[in-house]
Nanobody, 118 residues
Framework: QVQLVESGGGLVQAGDSLRLSCAASGRTGSSYVMGWFRQAPGKEREFVASVTSGGSTAYVNSVKGRFTISRDNAKNTVYLQMNSLKPEDTAIYYC????????????WGQGTQVTVSS
């Protein structure tokens, strides 16, 4: 089992920055693909970004150029640096982990709220 705990959410104004962190514990390993997802009120959960063990990243188009995902394998932590935040980025942000080759993410955190005011 892998436990994931997110932190770093909060209330900010449009144009501000936030950095989310996701600390992993349990049967962790650098081989996991780590991802960030978000769910806005009344909407389905959507993929935001992911990073492989080798550092390859992927982003949803709406955050490209504004968000950066990174990982520190020594600390078992994944980060999501969010710049130039917009009101439409308001959501609960979830960290997730999966083994390479799997389509579905197996482990999820409880989420952290990000609210961007206009």
């Amino acid at each position: 089992q892998v436990q994931l705990v997110e932190s770093g959410g909060g209330l900010v104004q449009a144009g501000d920055s936030l950095r989310l962190s996701c600390a992993a514990s349990g049967r962790t390993g650098s081989s996991y693909v780590m991802g960030w997802f978000r769910q806005a009120p009344g909407k389905e959960r959507e993929f935001v970004a992911s990073v492989t063990s080798g550092g390859s990243t992927a982003y949803v188009n709406s955050v490209k150029g504004r968000f950066t995902i990174s990982r520190d394998n020594a600390k078992n932590t994944v980060y999501l640096q969010m710049n130039s935040l917009k009101p439409e980025d308001t959501a609960i942000y979830y960290c997730a982990a999966k083994l390479p080759g799997r389509q579905r993410y197996d482990y999820w955190g409880q989420g952290t709220q990000v609210t961007v005011s206009s």
